[in-house]
């Protein structure tokens, strides 16, 4: 089966601007995690959204959010882009409910580059 | 989520056992250990989880030890490709709280011809 699907696969945006990348869960996943890698600050959860809802976040500003729909993508969103945002942006798909074993599967990443 | 430790680097060489250990000296009775791996610019994997028993797929082992304070993830003949950076991970079980992963620095682990 066709694994996690995140696009753009790189991207340069300007300060100050906005930016939206997307994540295509793998089939009949629910759960769709995000998570922001920098090389100083490593592999950083930002949030996770489950049936349309996030059920969890990390310690991110509010310039990050994001939604998830009913066919279970999602969408991230990073308004007024900073130099700091450049970062590899991964979205991770996993079952997400009643299995104490659930692993993530994670997509190749969207490469962010804000000048 | 239950903290880890492990080294910065590690090498093997090519068809060797690849031995990476982790620390988990506070990791609660619920907590499972789990390990993925990243590849240079790809997205993390899983390899591998348990909660006390030894644990065996087609990747990997992982042998807990008793206590259950530390691990150690086995490649039993490593090879170029799998050169990578290993993150050990402890987290509870899955609830509705959510599917957090929380990755330290991980070991990157060199495999040598």
């Known amino acids: 089966k066709a694994g996690v699907t995140q696009t753009p696969r790189y991207l340069i945006k300007t300060r100050g601007q906005q930016v939206t990348l997307s994540c295509s869960p793998i089939?009949?996943?629910?759960?769709v995690s995000w998570y922001q890698q920098t090389p100083g600050q490593g592999l950083q959860f930002l949030f996770e959204?489950?049936?349309?809802?996030?059920?969890n976040k990390g310690n991110f500003p509010g310039r990050f959010s994001g939604r998830q729909f009913s066919n279970s993508r999602s969408e991230m969103n990073v308004s007024t882009l900073e130099l700091g945002d450049s970062a590899l942006y991964l979205c991770?798909?996993?079952?997400?409910?009643?299995?104490?074993?659930?692993?993530?599967?994670f997509g190749q990443g969207t490469r962010l580059t804000v000048v | 989520d239950a903290k880890t430790t492990q080294p910065p680097s590690m090498d093997c060489a090519e068809g060797r056992a690849a031995n990476l250990p982790c620390n988990h000296s506070t990791i609660s009775g619920n907590e499972y250990v789990y390990w993925y791996r990243q590849i240079h610019s790809q997205g993390p994997q899983y390899i591998i989880h348990?909660?006390?028993n030894n644990e065996t797929n087609e990747m990997a082992s992982l042998i807990i030890t008793e206590d259950r304070k530390s691990s150690t993830l086995i490649l039993p003949h490593a090879t170029l490709r799998d050169t990578a950076v290993y993150y050990c991970?402890?987290?509870?079980?899955?609830?509705?709280?959510?599917?957090?992963?929380?990755f330290g620095g991980g070991t990157r682990l060199m495999v040598k011809p």
């Open positions: 991770a798909s996993s079952l997400g409910q009643g299995f104490v074993n659930t692993e993530a599967f």
């Open positions: 959204y489950f049936s349309e809802t996030q059920r």
């Open positions: 089939s009949g996943h629910r759960s």
């Open positions: 991970i402890v987290r509870a079980p899955l609830n509705n709280a959510g599917n957090m992963l929380t």
């Open positions: 348990g909660l006390k």
